[in-house]
């Protein structure tokens, strides 16, 4: 297996494109936010830390809809990305705690670009900006018609007639994919497409959202999360939510993401020699103690969800949400590879269990000092 470095033409297309949406494209009161403030003017952060697969789109979408909360649509490290914070600059997605090669004003500055503040009436204008700064990150490879677009997205067209029109299709975009593509995808983005999802209970940032709490997460912050903290926020209220999940519906996650052509590459890193798979592009996290941390099991925000967003809720000092209280009742399913249903890693059992053989020790001792020792419990 050999990386291959590709050049950077697609981020420096991105990026022009990008700047020409901010500056140019979305609404005045969208580029005035942008102009004043950054990301660590936010009092405090609530960062979900997890393994791909772990449960993370979950417990962030519920979270989202907590009143006192600010957020983006998804994850936040394609905002790295953009600012060449990842491969290849960097060897792998670990990001040493005294990084110092990036624009630290401007990084902060793009990871405020799509946050949105949680309100029950929400704001259409809001959704419509931010589908449009993501565009040039989902698709760098194309000169898209953005004004265009933004007026008949506030006309009520929808964004999938949109695409579809301009020769896009929709499966590369950022709804929910609720079938496969024929193939992998061969064209590298920044976006990881497409899992990306708003909802209708947000709206633009105001002056004083910057006293709510900013919630984040990507499981490759798992890499650098020391980096986050000292170099981004080091002057912010970071706490962190250490998500886990038991290793056989990980490993199975995992499997189902690699086969099938979804919207989970995210590296070109030129010919690969894996079994079942005939793409180029690397899937998930390309492979460092911490304070305020809060370890929640996946398992338990499914069996026990209301108590443990609960426990999250109080660790985050976020206090009363009406709207939270009603959506943890029936949240819906994100970032699904299949119909989730109890302990489906067991389909295949033998492949799932020859991997965790082959970790060895290490695995082990991790497995110990998760608390997932009972394989019965393993849902």
């Not at 290849?88 to 946050?115: I, K, M, N």
């Not at 912010?236 to 499997?255: E, F």
Request: net charge negative.
């Amino acid at each position: 297996m050999s990386f291959e470095r590709p050049p950077d033409d697609h981020r420096e297309r991105a990026r022009r494109n990008y700047e020409r949406v901010k500056n140019e494209v979305i609404s005045e009161e969208k580029r005035s936010v942008l102009s004043e403030y950054r990301a660590d003017d936010f009092d405090s952060v609530l960062l979900i830390a997890t393994a791909p697969r772990g449960g993370s789109s979950l417990l962030f979408d519920i979270l989202r809809h907590h009143e006192d909360t600010c957020s983006l649509d998804g994850e936040h490290d394609r905002w790295f990305m953009l600012n060449g914070v990842c491969y290849p600059a960097l060897e792998s997605d670990v990001v040493p705690a005294d990084f110092g090669s990036f624009d630290r004003e401007t990084v902060l500055t793009d990871l405020l670009a799509e946050v949105g503040a949680t309100e029950r009436s929400g704001d259409r204008a809001h959704r419509v900006d931010n589908a449009l700064v993501r565009l040039p990150l989902q698709f760098p490879d194309r000169e898209l018609p953005y004004e265009r677009i933004r007026e008949r997205l506030l006309d009520g067209a929808s964004l999938d007639e949109i695409l579809e029109g301009l020769g896009i299709p929709t499966l590369q975009y950022d709804e929910y994919a609720d079938r496969d593509a024929d193939s992998p995808f061969e064209t590298e983005t920044i976006e990881d497409r497409p899992f990306v999802t708003s909802h209708r209970h947000k709206r633009g940032l105001r002056a004083d959202d910057f006293e709510r709490t900013l919630v984040l997460k990507a499981s490759g912050d798992a890499y650098r999360l020391r980096w986050i903290r000292n170099r981004l926020f080091p002057e912010t209220d970071v706490r962190v939510v250490h998500l886990t999940r038991n290793p056989a519906a990980s490993i199975n996650g995992l499997y189902d993401g690699w086969r099938l052509n979804r919207g989970f590459q995210t590296y070109d890193v030129g010919s690969l020699d894996l079994d079942d798979y005939d793409g180029s592009l690397w899937c998930y996290d390309l492979p460092d103690a911490y304070e305020d941390v809060l370890r929640v099991r996946f398992e338990d925000l499914l069996t026990d969800t209301r108590s443990t967003v609960r426990e999250i809720v109080e660790f985050a000092e976020l206090g009363e949400s009406p709207l939270l209280s009603e959506y943890v009742e029936a949240p819906a399913q994100v970032m699904t590879t299949k119909e989730p249903r109890r302990a489906r890693w067991r389909d295949r059992e033998d492949l799932v269990g020859s991997a965790l053989e082959r970790a060895g020790e290490t695995y082990t001792e991790v497995v110990e000092r998760l608390g997932y020792t009972e394989e019965s419990e393993w849902i």
